[in-house]
């Protein structure tokens, strides 16, 4: 089916000639904002298994869960070849030598095509990104930036720890690297405007990035964000409301950039609010439905020079 935004799954199957999916990898890695650096409390969503699967705790091996995945996703989705998805916590916040060995462990499977490393905007420097492209001569290499926002105040709400300023440079730093570079964002979160998604649009499409996930901002158990939603000073946002958001927010993409995710995908276990949330497949039919009857696309809206964001901080 074509879809009317640039599809992730559309794209690798044109770059690979197979069905390809990614394989979540929890390493053992730390986060910044876990260990103290920061702070002790994480990002006010974020639980204790940093947004992954916890097999790291339970002594999985980076081999075993590749092993354990491509059986179950070759089932499904009748997938041939797979990306490792270094997704909990901060996978750029180790010494390189770490870094190495564990990569290297994950890419030794002949059936993994390519890395996803999801980390940090501040967690990168240039000796990392060096180490990083060195396997971009053999294999499709995504660097995945968690922004999630692209106001400063919005950031401090969340306890990111870090600034719109800080994703810019670390988008810079990794172009012409031959390194796919994909923005996280979650719309949804506290104090959070329509306007002000639309602007994080309009910024993250004036950056050259390659990809972008969008998710909603679901309420886990056990977080700081929890007990706001428990006391009435969150409110999470209605399925309708999302729906309308995320259509608006592709409306403003750069036509080049591929839509990765569309939506959150929470751990029922977990999961507070909302319980819409659950329905993904629902979710997805909804965003469909609606760019048909809005007669509307990815790009629709998109002004190449629209907010200047690059030229603004690469010249202050």
């Known amino acids: 089916m074509t879809r009317r935004y640039n599809d992730f799954n559309a794209y690798l199957r044109r ?8 394989i979540a990898i929890d390493a053992g890695f730390s986060c910044p904002n876990r260990d103290g650096m ?5 990002c006010l969503f974020c ?10 705790a339970k002594g999985q091996s980076i081999k075993d869960q590749i092993q354990q995945a491509k059986a179950r996703l070759a089932a499904r989705y009748k997938a041939k070849k797979f990306l490792a998805y270094f997704q909990s916590f901060t996978n750029t916040y180790a010494p390189c030598d770490t870094l190495r060995r564990r990569y290297d462990e994950a890419l030794a499977d002949a059936d993994i095509v390519g890395l996803a490393i ?9 000796e990392k990104l060096d180490l990083i492209e060195r396997y971009t001569a053999t294999h499709m290499i995504w660097m995945e930036y968690g922004l999630q926002s692209m106001h400063n105040r919005t950031l401090r709400t969340i306890n990111r720890g870090h600034t719109f300023e800080d994703f810019v440079r670390s988008v810079q730093m990794t172009q012409g690297r031959n390194i796919m570079i994909c923005a996280h964002v979650i719309l949804g979160l506290p104090g959070e405007s329509k306007q002000d998604i639309l602007d994080t649009a309009s910024a993250v499409a ?20 929890a007990h706001l939603y428990k006391t009435g000073v969150y409110k999470a946002l209605d399925e309708h409301t999302y729906v309308d958001w995320v259509v608006a927010f592709l409306e403003r993409l750069d036509p080049k950039i591929i839509v990765q995710r569309l939506t959150g995908d929470p751990n029922p276990c977990g999961l507070l609010a909302p319980i ?3 329905q993904k497949q629902r979710v997805l039919s909804l965003i469909w439905k609606t760019l048909d009857d809005r007669d509307t696309c990815q790009a629709k809206r998109y002004r190449p020079s629209q907010g200047h964001v690059r030229d603004s901080l690469a010249h202050p």
């Open 47 to 56: 639980d204790r298994k940093g947004s992954g699967t916890g097999a790291a």
């Open 206 to 225: 004036d950056l050259g990035i390659h990809g972008i996930k969008i998710h909603s901002l679901y309420v886990l158990h056990e977080t700081p964000l």
């Open 15 to 22: 770059r690979f000639g197979c069905r390809v999916q990614k």
């Open 276 to 278: 819409w949330t659950l």
């Open 118 to 126: 999801g980390t940090r905007p501040d967690c990168v420097d240039e």
């Open 38 to 42: 920061l702070s002790f409390s994480g």
